[in-house]
């Protein structure tokens, strides 16, 4: 499967816990994407990628919030002191350029406790 | 007001039914998307349009860009076609290149059989 991955599918933790969630994106693809999906809402943007550099972030992403690309290649998302708040399904996605088509994976599902 | 508007925000069908779901946004955009959410989360991107009409199967998406109006219709409706239908458009950085998308809130469809 060449398709876009996240790691882990499912994370619960509690309330003040540090999370790290990763993403693979489909090989050669320049852009990568990080959303954020609430229940019965659309998904909003937190940030993205162009190859290892990080062009654009939402005033979503507190400084709690920390995202890299260190080889241009896979991504992690970092939440420290996790709040209830930050529960959510974390989507990451990739495209070949802008503009392009975007490509989803399956979701972080995060729980604080 | 959000940029990107969709309804209605529930639909019911029976199966055989012909379905429509319509997005109103507000910004300029070069392309709109249309993805579809199944329960679980994953999200796959059905069409990517700038004018005119395409058509995929049983699905066909219509935009008129003067109108800033997009539509996606189903034809003979079935149960598997139950989902969220997601409609999004990407944000227009300074240079003129597409960043993030911009998503509505989605459409839960229904079909019983």
């Known amino acids: 499967d060449t398709g876009v991955s996240q790691d882990p599918r499912h994370k619960i933790t509690k309330r003040g816990q540090n999370v790290t969630f990763r993403c693979d994106p489909i090989?050669?693809?320049?852009?990568l994407y990080w959303y954020r999906q609430t229940l019965g809402q659309g998904p909003e943007f937190l940030t993205y990628?162009?190859?290892?550099?990080?062009?654009?972030k939402s005033r979503l992403l507190s400084d709690r919030f920390s995202a890299e690309r260190p080889k241009g290649s896979f991504s992690t998302l970092e939440i420290q002191r996790t709040e209830q708040g930050d529960s959510a399904m974390y989507l990451c996605?990739?495209?070949?350029?802008?503009?392009?088509?975007?490509?989803f994976g399956p979701g972080t599902r995060l729980t604080v406790l | 007001k959000n940029e990107v508007e969709q309804s209605p925000q529930n639909l019911t069908a029976q199966e055989g039914e012909f379905i429509t779901i319509n997005c109103s946004y507000s910004?300029?955009?070069?392309?709109l998307h249309w993805l579809q959410q199944h329960p679980g989360g994953g999200i796959v991107s059905l069409f990517m349009?700038?004018?005119g009409k395409k058509k995929h199967g049983r699905l066909i998406a219509t935009i008129n860009i003067q109108e800033k109006h997009s539509s996606l219709h189903i034809t003979a409706s079935h149960p598997r076609d139950s989902a969220v239908y997601i409609c999004?458009?990407?944000?227009?950085?300074?240079?003129?290149?597409?960043?993030?998308?911009?998503f509505g809130k989605g459409t839960k469809l229904s079909v019983k059989p």
């Open positions: 996605a990739s495209s070949l350029w802008a503009g392009n088509e975007q490509f």
């Open positions: 090989s050669e693809h320049n852009r």
């Open positions: 990628f162009q190859n290892e550099a990080q062009l654009e």
């Open positions: 910004v300029g955009i070069s392309a």
């Open positions: 349009l700038s004018s």
């Open positions: 999004a458009v990407p944000l227009m950085n300074y240079g003129g290149s597409q960043g993030n998308l911009i």
